[in-house]
Nanobody, 124 residues
Framework: QVQLEESGGGSVQSGGSLRLSCVLSGHSYYSTVKGWWRQAPGKEREGVAYIDSAGETDYGNSVKGRFTISQDSAKNTMYLQMDSLEPEDTGMYYC??????????????????WGQGTQVTVSS
């Protein structure tokens, strides 16, 4: 059974930083495309960053230059380093896995597995 567990969320002031972690179990870490998504109250889930097994990355336009996605395959863990946080970054952050695609994937429908989320709150 595939399981993802996020951690690292919290409350920070504008301009601050947080590092999110996502541990994947129950599936071959190397064969998946992974991503971080976020959802603010009343809004649809938004893609934040994506990474494939080769380490290629891509980002949503609103976070480019501020967020960095990375992974440690030995630990089956994916990270999201978030710097220069803004109040607009507030939301529940989820990690997801696309077990089929072999390249970066920004289509939410391709992600079959999700963690329970970790809350990020940025105050002005």
């Amino acid at each position: 059974q595939v399981q993802l567990e996020e951690s690292g969320g919290g409350s920070v002031q504008s301009g601050g930083s947080l590092r999110l972690s996502c541990v994947l179990s129950g599936h071959s870490y190397y064969s998946t495309v992974k991503g971080w998504w976020r959802q603010a109250p009343g809004k649809e889930r938004e893609g934040v960053a994506y990474i494939d097994s080769a380490g290629e990355t891509d980002y949503g336009n609103s976070v480019k230059g501020r967020f960095t996605i990375s992974q440690d395959s030995a630990k089956n863990t994916m990270y999201l380093q978030m710097d220069s946080l803004e109040p607009e970054d507030t939301g529940m952050y989820y990690c997801g896995v696309d077990p089929v695609s072999s390249c970066l994937q920004s289509d939410i429908d391709a992600y079959n597995y999700w963690g329970q989320g970790t809350q990020v709150t940025v105050s002005s």
